[in-house]
């Protein structure tokens, strides 16, 4: 299984930014992390952070032309804002879980509305970056359930 861990703006300031609500395990401590779990699960990843919609897009298209299996999102703020990344999701046509870190529901009223969710067979949200795996779970035995 190939999948796609696909992080947006901000993501790589994790450890810095508001660590009272992201933690202060850094975007380097976070991809070794889910590396080390999916080699310990025999699946491969490709991960991509970028601070710009446009390369989210790329990552998502480039995820269904090299033949991957899935996709990880965690957006960041584009949760809340790009129809861009709501419409890659929907063509690409890949199973897609949304992932963040902390609980948007819990938080400001601007970010209890997610465009990407509606595109995805799932979120995990609040879990801190142990979400992540969780997602990698959920997206492993949604793809093996549709085979």
Do not use: W
């Amino acid at each position: 299984m190939k999948l796609l861990i696909l992080n947006g703006p901000n993501l790589n300031l994790l450890g810095i930014r508001e660590p009272n609500i992201y933690g202060r395990e850094t975007y380097a401590d976070l991809c070794e992390r889910i590396e080390a779990y999916a080699n310990q699960k025999g699946i491969e990843v490709r991960l991509v952070q970028s601070n710009h919609e446009g390369a989210l897009v790329d990552a998502i298209q480039e995820a269904y032309f090299d033949g991957l299996d899935g996709i990880v999102i965690n957006p960041g703020a584009y949760t809340h804002t790009s129809i861009a990344l709501l419409d890659a999701i929907k063509g690409v046509n890949l199973p897609t879980i949304e992932v963040h870190i902390s609980d948007p529901d819990t938080r400001e009223e601007f970010r209890k509305i997610s465009y990407v969710r509606a595109a995805c067979v799932a979120t995990v949200k609040g879990h801190g970056t142990r979400g992540y795996l969780e997602a990698i779970d959920l997206l492993c035995n949604h793809v093996g359930d549709t085979v």
